[in-house]
């Protein structure tokens, strides 16, 4: 199994070189905020081991509101980001992108404030300029983009070959004798090598070793620290309550020339992306519940919600979670199916109780209660407020186009159902309902 | 979330949120364009608008108006005031491409073709929709449109429409799904808990200015009286009572001309069938999702008390078929999800046995009243599978005027439209839009979008291939239709 990893390099753009960066990033694209897989700056179709990437510049659009709070806004310079979705080894990629792309990297970064021309070493450059997230998700671990190409071309042919069978007023053929005879033509595909369907690559052992720890390591931290957690709930929930009632909301609606910046580069594309970015609630309090948040869902990312689904959504290919500017400000980004409204709703909907748990302590957010109720159920307010903290991706690519998180396990399954000699009647029938 | 219960005021509300007026089978949808604002405005303050009260029987004629954002501008709204309405209507439904590109309106529907709407200087300022019997519209249209209204307004397109039998031009049953308000406010709204489907809606899903399936109040332009005395003459808004409520008893109308090709649609299905006239019956049926008569596809008490629980896989009724996907009876929490154990489990996306559970949204949400009227000559079957398809444009085209009323359009009727409808990956499906609205354009990645299954029980899902499109948009705007307070303080505001 080849685990994901997420890179991000951040880097404060110079001033007054913002609009010659964003129309070079624009010049990238092949529809607004979509980016040409083969564009020459930074050719993303040729990484094979790229799901997804974006280059987003980071404005500090809400910084006024914590003024709310009774706090000076903290300054902030906008700051170009860049994000990447990969299999297997994050040092490895930003190698190969040096080589592949760097001469379109150093024309990108240049307008970065600390970029010298004259940099030799723009592999050391970008490593000094990597942000870990706190909590990062992937939808499927173990997914890799070669196995996604394999598995659409698998299912295409699969489709080609059932053409006749589905024509209308077909008698079907029985399933058993149907999986005999596409197995048989697969099987006979892949002697050819005209299909390929590579075995799983094996797992990288200090990744399971590192991943063990983790499962078993929070737990036990947990468990030793329960005693002072238990001692210090009263007080946390005391204090809790009072900051939720009194904490300041920020729920008015976007400006209109900002909701259109934001829906220019949306739908093209099944999937979308989502960039959000904000200030933390002023307080140890919230920072030590944001970190708690994030850590905990983190954990629950990495050891339960790796298969498939995100507590009650389907629809989310890679997410996460960076705390940035000394823990101050805090930066999301998703890679979602379906439209923006969608998305919220869902989130409304779904998980509102896991939203809050974290954004609840970003600054402006819709008043919870006990950090779980309230906060996003408050549909209108909380859409507002997620709408103005919004920033649009500058570019964004994508390795498969068309294809959701869904169509994608659904791929998997056919070719399971098929790599299977001899499938039990339940399974057989499941599969067969894939076609 | 407590919020004070209120019965809905029948006497401000325009009558077409209650009833569809199908005891009056004539009907003209007028698009006006504001020439002189003082003079629309006397005009409007002293039209005969007709309310939802229903006492005395239903009246013989009725008058309904609604504006686009463009309109209430036109009549010397203030823009802050407008702004306070939803960022939808503000920018109208073709207002930019994103809002295109979801709702699906682009290749032939694309809004630079449309007969009126779209275009900047195509979208009306006011509706005014006219309903009465066959013998009376003329004459009582002559009486409305005097001197007065000549001066007032440009009167650029009418659309007349008709009952159809209550069948569209397909030929089939049409507008049996509705959401029953509750308009005395007796249920408490569902807030996020509630599991199962049901018809009863908040009467704030629909109507602005009271609670809607949230337990909250919708965004709408709320005014100060000390600011604007005009605005005196408005209801109080029910949470802030220091203001007065522009929204209150109003509800944002959806209207879209949409021609129906019935030659395309029956000759594609004939093709299908091989020539097989029950076949070709069949596979009608299961793009629509009823028979001819409005029967579901699968046991029903009656013709609206149903869900799909017991078809998760479609083989009754296809997961693509146009009316589950423009009402999927979904509850809050996926099928025999009860205790609080279960639910919990639920919640955090665990024990989920199928795998395919939550893969569409809540549909209480997402509900629209319909009030859609078709136009056009019937066609019959002998003839639809005669003639040629797309010949009928123009003055001899046919199809539907779809209206519809909601409080949210962006969570009512372009959710609908966007995720459902035009979406080729409701529930999972692939390659597919909606049978009978979908554009057949392609999706990224050169995959189609205009195929139809029919899912099958062990055994590959049948596939229709090639569609082509049956129904074109040729026009479409957001309007609101107000309450009748509402309609006073808009003929009285002058700038």
Request: charged share 20%; proline share 7%.
């Amino acid at each position: 199994m080849t685990p994901q990893a997420t890179v991000m390099i951040a880097a404060p753009v110079s001033s007054g070189r913002e609009s010659q960066l964003v129309a070079l990033l624009a010049s990238m694209n092949r529809h607004p905020g979509e980016a040409d897989p083969a564009n020459s700056s930074v050719p993303f179709g040729q990484f094979c081991q790229l799901h997804m990437a974006r280059f987003s510049v980071l404005h500090a659009r809400t910084n006024d509101d914590i003024r709310a709070h009774g706090v000076r806004p903290r300054p902030w310079q906008p700051t170009l980001v860049f994000i990447a979705d990969i299999d297997g080894d994050p040092d490895l990629f930003l190698a190969e992108l040096c080589v592949r792309a760097g001469h379109g990297l150093r024309q990108i970064f240049s307008h970065c404030r600390d970029f010298d021309a004259s940099c030799d070493d723009l592999l050391a450059w970008l490593h000094q300029r990597k942000q870990r997230p706190a909590a990062s998700y992937v939808n499927w671990r173990g997914r890799t983009v070669q196995q996604i190409h394999e598995e659409a071309a698998l299912v295409h042919f699969v489709r080609q070959q059932l053409g006749a069978v589905a024509a209308p007023g077909q008698v079907p053929p029985e399933p058993r004798a149907l999986h005999r005879q596409l197995r048989r033509a697969m099987l006979a595909e892949l002697a050819d090598l005209r299909l390929r369907l590579s075995p799983p690559a094996p797992t990288p052992a200090g990744w399971w070793l590192g991943n063990l720890c983790h499962l078993l390591l929070i737990p036990l931290l947990g468990l030793l620290l329960l005693p002072v957690l238990v001692l210090l709930a009263p007080f946390y929930l005391w204090r809790l309550r009072h900051l939720e009632r009194t904490d300041p909301e920020n729920t008015r609606p976007p400006a209109p020339s900002h909701l259109q910046a934001l829906l220019a580069v949306e739908d093209f594309e099944v999937t979308n992306h989502f960039n959000v970015f904000g200030q933390v609630k002023p307080g140890l309090l919230r920072l030590a519940t944001i970190k708690a948040g994030l850590l905990l869902l983190d954990y629950s990312a990495r050891h339960i919600y790796h298969r498939g689904y995100l507590t009650r959504i389907r629809t989310i290919h890679f997410a996460r979670w960076v705390l940035m500017d000394g823990n101050t400000r805090v930066y999301f980004a998703s890679n979602y199916d379906g439209s923006a409204d969608t998305y919220m709703d869902d989130f409304i909907n779904k998980v509102a109780w896991g939203l809050n748990l974290v954004f609840s302590n970003g600054v402006g957010y819709p008043r919870t209660r006990f950090l779980l109720k309230g906060g996003a159920e408050y549909e209108a307010k909380y859409k507002h407020t997620l709408r103005r903290n919004q920033l649009p991706s500058a570019c964004w690519y994508k390795a498969y186009p068309g294809l959701t998180a869904v169509d994608l396990d659904n791929h998997h399954r056919i070719r399971r159902g098929l790599e299977n000699p001899a499938p039990s009647e339940r399974e057989l029938r499941e599969w067969v309902s894939l076609l | 979330m407590t919020a004070p219960r209120q019965p809905v005021d029948f006497t401000d509300v325009q009558g077409l949120v209650r009833f569809g007026h199908s005891h009056l089978p004539s009907s003209v949808f007028h698009l006006l364009w504001v020439k002189d604002a003082s003079a629309a405005r006397a005009w409007l303050g002293s039209a005969p608008v007709t309310s939802a009260v229903s006492e005395g029987g239903r009246p013989e004629q009725v008058l309904q108006v609604a504006f686009s954002a463009a309109g209430l501008l036109a009549l010397g709204l203030e823009e802050g005031t407008v702004g306070g309405f939803s960022a939808a209507f503000t920018a109208g439904m073709a207002g930019d491409s994103n809002r295109s590109r979801r709702l699906g309106d682009t290749g032939p529907n694309d809004p630079g073709q449309w007969r009126w709407g779209g275009v900047e200087a195509g979208v009306p300022h006011v509706l005014l929709m006219l309903y009465a019997t066959q013998a009376r519209i003329v004459s009582w249209q002559e009486d409305l449109f005097n001197a007065s209204f000549a001066q007032a307004f440009e009167h650029r397109f009418a659309l007349p429409g008709g009952l159809g039998d209550g069948r569209e031009h397909f030929g089939f049953m049409d507008g049996i799904s509705q959401p029953a308000l509750d308009w005395q406010g007796e249920s408490p709204p569902g807030g996020h808990w509630r599991d199962a489907y049901t018809h009863r809606l908040a009467a704030g899903d629909i109507l602005l200015g009271y609670v809607n399936e949230y337990g909250l109040y919708t965004d709408r332009p709320l005014l100060d009286p000390a600011r604007q005395p005009a605005a005196a003459v408005l209801p109080p808004a029910a949470e802030q009572p220091q203001f007065r409520d522009l929204g209150r008893n109003g509800s944002y109308l959806v209207l879209r001309q949409l021609r129906q090709d019935v030659p395309a649609f029956w000759q594609c299905l004939d093709r299908a069938a091989g020539g097989d006239p029950a076949r070709r019956e069949q596979l009608a049926q299961a793009m629509v999702g009823r028979k001819r008569d409005g029967e579901p596809l699968l046991q029903a008490a009656d013709r609206n008390a149903f869900t799909y629980d017991s078809d998760p896989a479609g083989q009754c009724c296809p997961l693509g078929a146009h009316v589950r996907r423009a009402n999927p009876r979904t509850g809050d929490f996926p099928p025999g999800t009860s205790g609080p154990f279960k639910r919990l489990l639920r919640t955090l996306g665990l024990g989920s046995p199928s795998g395919r559970d939550d893969l569409i949204a809540s549909t209480r949400f997402h509900r629209l009243l319909r009030r859609g009227r078709v136009y056009g000559d019937t066609i019959d079957l002998a003839r639809a599978l005669l003639e040629t398809p797309g010949d009928a444009d123009g003055d001899d085209e046919r199809g539907l005027l779809f209206v519809c009323l909601g409080a949210d359009i962006a969570r009512q009727f372009e959710f609908v439209q966007n995720a459902w409808l035009n979406s080729a990956k409701f529930a999972a499906l692939r390659d597919e839009s909606d049978p009978l609205l979908g554009n057949r354009q392609p999706l990224p990645g050169a995959l189609h979008s205009d195929q139809f299954s029919l899912p099958r029980a062990g055994a590959p899902a049948q596939r229709i291939a090639g569609l082509p499109q049956f129904v074109q948009v040729r026009g479409g705007e957001y309007f609101f239709l107000p309450g009748l307070r509402a309609l006073k303080f808009i003929a009285g505001s002058e700038r």
